[in-house]
């Protein structure tokens, strides 16, 4: 019979929303019978079980209720309706500094979260040196927590959640705060407790960190569980949840794979995506917008529609480190134009130029000799860079005569996932190919 650590069983999580805050005063005294409440559901239904040992992820949209379940899970709140149940002594990480005084120091904090926990005084000395190792914040440990970075209150929250020996680990996010340094110590105290049968259980919109830790993933999507399986189906279907895409799109009788043309050798030569003129149509309205992107210009030469594909042909703002993909851009003219330049460029979340080309640097002439015409034009290329978040930017220019002339741009429009389950330093991955020789003595 399996060993389980936690069993959740038909959860489900309703708030009530009010109109009016007058409607919550009503309800209480219990004025009138009429309903003054709109429910909304969190959770509605979800169940899955963890076994002992096992490292189970938990993605989703936002909104999907995958903290709500966290938090129902470790006790911080109740659930509406259902049953959950516990084998084992739980540490959970779901909020940055929850469970700090802010005007303790770091050490105070320390006794007081492992009192809270249950260790004596003296089971928290034997521990102390450990958390402070692991935290490595120096000095500051002794400073009031209210001083701390996000960074220091990060390291000191997760240093006390492992180091009180927890049969069950649980972790909401919180490692996106630390460094590169900091991550790689937590996912390496990650491996020590699987290979110690300790069970985590963690949420994370790092996708490369879910697909390379987790032996299996629940998927959450408006406060349902839409799947459970391995990390590659999960991300997969998750993929398609995020631009509300659960159905394939018709890729053509290609199935939505790269078309290969063959060389002079015979051998197959990858070209671009099938993307079937349905999918072509309104495809920004599948991709999450920013609401509060840069948009400007002219407008004489206007991007009236772009899509993100991945290498099936599907729209999709998460990409695969290592596949291709392509990005469509529609423009429709306004004016005649007989040399624009169609461009694209990717950014950090800090704004910095990471990658990017044009029309004119790869030698493709787009010219408008009519108004009213439209021009679609695709950019293809592989995916190479870091597993992370970034940031599309799309612009129009050209020149008319000596003078550059912006027609539309529309930066930050839409952000960019790259899933990867080897990062290496810096922005990109050159794909070294290593070879490793024992020389003779």
């Known amino acids: 019979m399996e060993s389980l650590a936690i069993k959740v069983d038909n959860v489900s999580k309703m708030y009530k929303l009010y109109d009016r805050p007058r409607d919550r005063l009503i309800e209480a005294f219990r004025l009138t019978k009429e309903v003054k409440y709109r429910p909304h559901y969190a959770l509605h239904g979800v169940s899955f079980k963890v076994k002992t040992g096992e490292t189970i992820g938990i993605i989703g949209t936002n909104g999907a209720g995958k903290s709500t379940i966290l938090k129902i899970i470790t006790g911080v709140i109740s659930q509406t309706s259902g049953n959950v149940e516990i084998q084992g002594r739980i540490s959970a990480l779901l909020e940055l500094g929850a469970g700090f005084n802010m005007e303790y120091t770091g050490i105070e904090n320390i006794y007081l979260n492992g009192t809270m926990i249950g260790f004596s005084k003296e089971e928290i000395d034997r521990k102390l040196e450990s958390i402070l ?22 390291r000191l929250a997760f240093a006390i959640a492992i180091n009180i020996e927890p049969e069950i680990l649980i972790v909401d996010e919180a490692l996106s705060v630390g460094d590169a340094f900091f991550q790689a110590k937590c996912y390496k105290k990650f491996e020590e407790f699987k290979k110690e049968g300790r069970t985590i259980l963690f949420v994370s919109h790092d996708l490369g960190s879910i697909s390379k830790y987790c032996d299996r993933v629940v ?8 799947g459970e399986g391995t990390p590659k189906e999960m991300i997969n279907l998750y993929k398609k949840a995020l631009v509300n895409q659960l159905n394939p799109i018709d890729a053509g009788d290609e199935g939505g794979e790269y078309n290969r043309d063959k060389d002079q050798d015979g051998r197959g030569v990858e070209t671009k995506p099938v993307i079937s003129k349905v999918s072509r149509n309104n495809m920004k309205q599948s991709l999450q917008l920013n609401p509060n992107h840069n948009d400007y210009g002219t407008k004489e030469l206007e991007i009236i529609d772009f899509g993100i594909f991945d290498k099936n042909g599907n729209i999709s703002s998460v990409l695969v480190k290592g596949e291709k993909f392509s990005i469509v851009i529609k423009v ?16 950090n979340l800090r704004g910095e130029e990471i990658s990017g080309t044009n029309t004119m640097y790869e030698k493709k002439l787009v010219g408008f000799e009519q108004v009213g015409r439209e021009m679609l034009v695709t950019f293809t290329q592989e995916m190479n860079f870091q597993g992370g978040e970034y940031l599309l930017n799309l612009g129009c220019t050209g020149f008319e005569g000596d003078d550059f002339t912006v027609y539309h741009r529309l930066y930050d429009i839409c952000a960019l996932t790259v899933i990867s389950d080897k990062n290496t330093v810096g922005y990109f991955d050159m794909n070294s190919n290593v070879m490793v020789e024992e020389l003779e003595q």
Do not use: C, W
């Open 133 to 154: 190792s692991f935290a490595d914040i120096g000095e500051f440990v002794h400073q009031p927590v209210r001083t701390y970075s996000s960074g220091m209150f990060v």
């Open 219 to 226: 998927l959450l999507n408006q406060g349902v569980k839409l």
């Open 332 to 347: 429709r003219a306004h004016k005649e134009a007989l040399n624009p330049i169609v461009a694209f460029t990717i950014t």
